[in-house]
């Protein structure tokens, strides 16, 4: 599951969500797009699981206020599949305290249910790159409320060039933006973000970056 280049095939992407015009919606504003190629619908977390398990999709586009199945709940279960798809979770309030525990669960970002097309299909593109699609100043208020965590036994094991990494990507810059800003290669920066990942013990850089709000390591650097 990569991203595509003009000559490979399309991305897939499935899209979730309990309101049928929505659904629709998503899928005439993807449709003009030929990277983009919509392969499924689902109406509740329950459906994408057993969709994604059938149709093998790139990226997932998540409602998260569903019945019966949330798109918490899914997302935590897709991350359990073996080579699980990137998730985006589609949202009608930014702030929305649902986003910040998808992200939690897995979710490689979230997205405006409003937003243009041209942004939606961008964030598919750079999650299915393994980016992260974030709004540092949005996230930055999800976190406001929440307390910090005391525990910093997980953070305490990176380096000072890994904790400056992970304090960029909290402000939402991408592998390429962090490598100029460090002055350093892009392989570089790769590396660090891999080193993170792994001493944080997260499945992707969206999760690391909400474990640095929740330890306070972003909070301090943004205060």
């Given at each position: 599951?990569?991203?595509?280049?003009?000559t490979d095939?399309?991305?897939?992407?499935?899209?979730?969500?309990?309101?049928?015009?929505?659904?629709?919606?998503?899928?005439?504003?993807?449709?003009?797009?030929?990277?983009?190629?919509?392969?499924?619908?689902?109406?509740?977390?329950?459906?994408?699981?057993?969709a994604?398990?059938?149709?093998?999709?790139?990226?997932?586009?998540?409602?998260?206020?569903m019945?019966?199945?949330?798109?918490?709940t899914?997302?935590?279960r897709?991350?359990?599949?073996?080579?699980?798809?990137?998730?985006?979770?589609?949202?009608?309030?930014?702030?929305?305290?649902?986003v910040?525990?998808?992200?939690?669960?897995?979710?490689?970002g979230?997205?405006?249910?409003?937003?243009?097309?041209?942004?939606?299909?961008?964030a598919?593109?750079?999650?299915?790159?393994?980016?992260?699609?974030?709004?540092?100043?949005?996230?930055?208020?999800?976190?406001?409320?929440?307390?910090?965590?005391?525990?910093?036994?997980?953070?305490?094991?990176?380096?000072?060039?890994?904790?400056?990494?992970?304090?960029?990507?909290?402000?939402?810059?991408?592998?390429?933006?962090?490598?100029?800003?460090?002055?350093?290669?892009l392989?570089?920066?790769k590396?660090?973000?891999?080193?993170?990942l792994?001493?944080?013990?997260?499945?992707?850089?969206?999760?690391?970056?909400?474990?640095?709000?929740?330890?306070?390591?972003?909070?301090?650097?943004?205060?």
């Open positions: 599951m990569n991203a595509s280049t003009a095939p399309p991305l897939t992407v499935l899209v979730v969500d309990d309101d049928e015009l929505t659904r629709t919606g998503l899928r005439t504003l993807l449709s003009s797009k030929p990277d983009l190629d919509v392969v499924g619908e689902a109406s509740d977390g329950a459906e994408a699981v057993a994604v398990t059938r149709l093998r999709p790139d990226v997932v586009l998540m409602d998260v206020r019945p019966r199945v949330d798109g918490i899914a997302t935590r897709l991350q359990a599949l073996p080579d699980p798809p990137k998730v985006v979770v589609v949202t009608t309030f930014e702030n929305d305290e649902y910040w525990d998808a992200m939690r669960a897995g979710a490689s979230f997205i405006r249910k409003r937003a243009p097309a041209q942004q939606i299909a961008h598919i593109r750079l999650v299915a790159s393994g980016d992260s699609v974030l709004f540092p100043d949005a996230v930055r208020r999800m976190a406001a409320d929440r307390p910090v965590r005391q525990d910093l036994s997980l953070t305490a094991a990176l380096t000072g060039r890994e904790t400056e990494t992970l304090r960029l990507m909290a402000r939402g810059l991408s592998n390429q933006e962090i490598a100029t800003r460090l002055v350093v290669s392989e570089t920066v590396t660090h973000v891999g080193n993170v792994v001493k944080l013990r997260v499945r992707n850089r969206t999760q690391a970056v909400v474990l640095a709000f929740e330890t306070g390591i972003a909070k301090a650097q943004s205060s």
